[in-house]
């Protein structure tokens, strides 16, 4: 029978007067090599690129998400294969987000989770039926759950925490997230302390569902299920929620259990980001991992994994992939600009993947000129290596004793334009 015990959390190297920390992370698809990065594939696919190559670019595991699976093809056909990963051919774990996002993206219209500060933003701090402009409200939250508009015909759909967990074991991946509302920065302290507690209620839901399914479904392997923090900026909602879900309790077939792991979600100011995940660090169990939903500029991910964040995902390699720009060690570049026109140089002088081996600056630059399909595949492999070496060699540097000398030293390189080499 699939047991809790089944996934589980090795320490490793923790780093001097910090959080942050290397580790091991054990699911029935393999280890993962904490910190890590996890590309996105939210429809069961890391868009343009091959599952066979996200592995070879050093992936340890990939990001789907419930609700866009829900929809298409539907949870039924991907258990009907065995689960996310035998259905997208990827054989190293997999990771679920909950639905929790859409509650906002598809409430208020704001995409970007993380500094909602923007022009968008002026005047609406403190309103809680804040919706960005332009977009429309399609998603309805009450106490026992969210209706959703689906975005692509228009049908209504029940989310409950008793569904996202049917729908999320369905898909079969090994780390799943709780059912969670996740709030914008322009709710007001009172519906935070409100949604709070709705997420409160809906965790220990998800936990008990997940408990009778895994007893249900015991032919299947053990998927971990994660506790999601909210709270905002406010440190108070986010260590109490911290403390309340490190106490909850499940029954898994005679053996009570609590959440394998934490996912700290919610929107927040970029400047904030390494302080609340560090009041959560301090809050949350040692031994249980910690992903953080949604980062992956350089800053972030220094800041997040020196407060003691586990892993996390992003689509923005991929994403600003497609829209023409490229990582490299002196800063993203917009590779459609003519100065590149007959530049026959690499996107990354000695980057190691496929892209940089084999084509010029000219060539995808003009792919993109042309609105080739294959520039979005090129740029994204080049950017997905840069995101997954780049903490490969945090990770390292943390082993090695040298990780403030390598963050001074790579972001001072990154952010300083005037050491561009292009």
């Known amino acids: 029978?699939?047991?809790?015990?089944?996934?589980?959390?090795?320490?490793?190297?923790?780093?001097?007067?910090?959080?942050?920390?290397?580790?091991?992370?054990?699911?029935?698809?393999?280890?993962?090599?904490?910190?890590?990065?996890?590309?996105v594939g939210t429809k069961a696919t890391v868009k343009a690129v091959l599952p066979e190559v996200v592995k070879d670019l050093g992936a340890q595991a990939v990001l789907s998400n419930a609700y866009h699976l829900y929809l298409q093809?539907?949870?039924?056909?991907?258990?009907?294969?065995?689960?996310?990963?035998?259905?997208?051919?990827?054989?190293?774990?997999t990771f679920t987000d909950s639905g929790g996002f859409q509650v906002m993206s598809l409430g208020s219209g704001f995409k970007k989770v993380i500094d909602m500060t923007g022009p968008e933003a002026q005047g609406k701090v403190g309103s809680d039926d804040a919706?960005?402009?332009?977009?429309?409200?399609?998603?309805?939250?009450?106490?026992?759950?969210?209706?959703?508009?689906?975005?692509?015909?228009?049908?209504?759909?029940?989310?409950?925490?008793?569904?996202?967990?049917?729908?999320?074991?369905q898909l079969g991946a090994d780390v799943m997230m709780a059912f969670d509302e996740l709030t914008t920065l322009h709710n007001s302290r009172g519906y935070q302390e409100e949604?709070?507690?709705?997420?409160?209620?809906?965790?220990?839901?998800?936990?008990?569902?997940?408990?009778?399914?895994?007893?249900?479904?015991?032919?299947?392997?053990?998927?971990?299920?994660?506790?999601?923090?909210?709270?905002?900026?406010?440190?108070?909602?986010?260590r109490k929620a911290c403390r309340d879900l490190r106490e909850m309790r499940a029954d898994f077939n005679g053996t009570e259990a609590g959440f394998d792991g934490y996912g700290l979600g919610g929107a927040f100011e970029k400047?904030?980001?390494?302080?609340?995940?560090?009041?959560?660090?301090e809050e949350l169990p040692e031994?249980?991992?910690?992903?953080?939903?949604?980062?992956?500029?350089?800053?972030?991910?220094?800041?997040?994994?020196?407060?003691?964040?586990?892993?996390?995902?992003?689509?923005?390699?991929?994403?600003?992939?497609?829209?023409g720009a490229f990582y490299t060690e002196y800063g993203r570049i917009n590779l459609p600009r003519a100065e590149f026109a007959a530049d026959l140089s690499p996107l990354q002088e000695g980057c190691d993947c496929y892209t940089c081996a084999n084509y010029s600056k000219a060539?995808?630059?003009h792919l993109i000129k042309a609105d080739e399909i294959l520039a979005g595949t090129l740029m994204s492999i080049h950017n997905l290596r840069f995101t997954i070496r780049l903490v490969d060699t945090i990770r390292q540097s943390i082993i090695d004793g040298d990780f403030c000398e390598f963050k001074e030293q790579m972001l001072g390189r990154y952010y300083d334009k005037q050491k561009r080499p292009v």
């Open 1 to 39: 029978m699939a047991e809790p015990s089944d996934f589980s959390f090795t320490l490793g190297t923790r780093m001097d007067g910090a959080h942050g920390r290397t580790g091991t992370i054990h699911t029935p698809h393999g280890d993962i090599q904490t910190p890590a990065y996890i590309p």
């Open 363 to 365: 060539y995808v630059r």
């Open 73 to 93: 093809p539907g949870p039924e056909l991907l258990d009907l294969h065995g689960g996310l990963g035998k259905f997208m051919n990827w054989e190293g774990p």
């Open 287 to 323: 031994d249980k991992p910690r992903h953080l939903l949604g980062i992956s500029e350089p800053d972030d991910l220094f800041a997040a994994i020196e407060a003691g964040a586990d892993t996390f995902d992003a689509v923005s390699p991929t994403r600003v992939g497609r829209t």
């Open 271 to 281: 400047e904030n980001l390494g302080t609340i995940v560090g009041w959560c660090a």
């Open 195 to 238: 949604s709070l507690e709705r997420t409160r209620v809906w965790a220990q839901r998800s936990l008990d569902e997940h408990a009778r399914l895994t007893e249900q479904r015991s032919h299947r392997p053990y998927q971990a299920l994660y506790g999601v923090i909210q709270g905002a900026q406010y440190e108070d909602l986010r």
């Open 131 to 169: 919706v960005a402009p332009g977009k429309e409200r399609l998603a309805n939250v009450d106490d026992d759950g969210v209706w959703f508009t689906s975005h692509i015909n228009g049908d209504r759909h029940r989310f409950t925490p008793e569904v996202s967990m049917n729908i999320q074991h």
